[in-house]
């Protein structure tokens, strides 16, 4: 009997073993392949389903969960090299009968990337557009949320395609000028005095790049493992060539103000939220906003940078749905008038 107990308990440790030692490798020797092994996870256990669309040989990656109810849907757009999944923080404090969908924006992740493509800011405003017809999205109108380079084309759209959508979340969008430079703008200004444009601090190639843009982006400092810094790295080095292409086309005088040449024509409730130590783009762009959309709620986070949706997801989260439900108040008393 001993014998045969010795044996179970060799037979369990062996078996545990082997995930653990896998796991361990994947750590050391993969990093990339177990970030894609969490985000996959991460969905799963958020209800999120993923989906292809297609409008004729062009193909939209997007995650969705729930389902078209009397609630306006929400659609979110990611920003600058960034992904669909990056919304899964946010998404985990919304409610789970809401309809939301989080699509990669053109040329990121599993959506097409062809060299021949318009990436201007309009240029992307009119691919989501193709997007939200081909799963007719805008059968009713919805609830668009827009970040960084993906607020600057929600902005856009807002005004371009403004029977799409009734309301407008934008968190520290690209597109305004600003009266204050930030330290990425000044960045920016020092790599291109010294002939150095190809060393954008938004693209990493190396662990220590990949720190220094969290430092930039996130005013709260996340301890990050080296290991996975360099999964970070991994993940991002064979997209690096697209994302400079992309950021110098986003920066060009076609895109670097569309936010700002188009917010006039934006008629529909819009919500700001912006981060106050945000290092990238600078806070007075909300003021900005505010003076321009007529029906403009702003919202400062204190001790938050850029990354607002990373650093203070349930509060982000919180804000969209409060401001959701006073707009169907408001709503609701214009009906009974």
């Known amino acids: 009997m001993d014998l045969d107990v010795l044996n179970m308990f060799v037979i369990a440790g062996g078996t545990l073993a082997i995930p653990i030692l896998a796991f361990v490798a994947s750590f050391l020797l993969w990093p990339s392949a177990l970030i894609r092994i969490y985000y996959w996870y991460w969905r799963r256990a958020l209800g999120m389903q993923v989906r292809y669309a297609n409008y004729d040989d062009y193909q939209f990656c997007y995650s969705y969960r729930g389902r078209p109810g009397y609630r306006p849907s929400i659609l979110m757009l990611h920003g600058f090299s960034a ?4 919304w899964l923080s946010i998404v985990k404090f919304l409610p789970k009968n809401l309809h939301l969908v989080c699509v990669d924006m053109p040329g990121h992740e599993g959506t097409t990337r062809s ?32 970040t960084s380079m993906g607020g600057n084309v929600a902005g856009v759209y807002a005004a371009q395609y403004p029977e799409d959508i009734c309301s407008l979340t ?17 960045q920016l200004r020092e790599l291109q005095e010294s002939e150095r444009i190809d060393r954008i601090p938004l693209i990493p190639s190396t662990p220590e ?28 080095i064979p997209h690096n060539d697209f994302y400079r292409k992309l950021f110098l086309e986003i920066v060009d005088e076609k895109s670097r103000h569309s936010l700002h040449e188009n917010m006039s024509k934006i008629k529909v409730p819009t919500q700001v939220i912006w981060g106050k130590q945000d290092q990238v783009l600078d806070v007075s762009g909300a003021s900005v906003l505010a003076s321009a959309i007529p029906d403009c709620h702003v919202y400062i986070l204190e001790n938050c940078g850029h990354s607002v949706v990373v650093e203070r997801p349930r509060k982000t989260a919180n804000l969209i749905l409060e401001f959701l439900a006073l707009l169907h108040i408001i709503d609701n008393n214009k009906k009974q008038a």
């Open 83 to 86: 992904h669909k999944d990056m």
């Open 170 to 186: 934008l968190i520290c969008p690209a597109g305004l000028p600003s009266t204050t430079d930030s330290k990425f703008i000044k």
């Open 209 to 236: 790049e990949m720190a220094d843009m969290l430092k930039l982006c996130s005013y709260v400092r996340f301890k990050v493992p080296q290991q996975i810094l360099q999964g970070l790295v991994d993940v991002r």
């Open 115 to 146: 060299a021949l493509d318009d990436y201007s800011i309009s240029g992307q405003a009119k691919r989501i557009h193709q997007f939200v017809e081909c799963i007719k999205l805008n059968r009713r109108p919805f609830h668009l949320v827009g």
